[in-house]
């Protein structure tokens, strides 16, 4: 997958769709539509 970067729209199977606002190494922090902002590890989200 090529990498994401600040501002891409991505879903995980837990907390739906987010978009990404900071990027640490394969960690990301992504702001979700209804579970707020919550920090995940890249291979667990899917550009959309």
């Known amino acids: 997958m090529d990498r994401l970067t600040l501002g891409d729209r ?9 978009d990404v606002t900071a990027i640490d ?3 990301l922090t992504i702001q979700f539509d209804r579970a707020g902002e919550k920090r995940a590890v890249d291979s667990f989200v899917e550009r959309v």
């Open 10 to 18: 991505v879903f995980h199977r837990k907390f739906g769709n987010g």
């Open 25 to 27: 190494g394969n960690k």
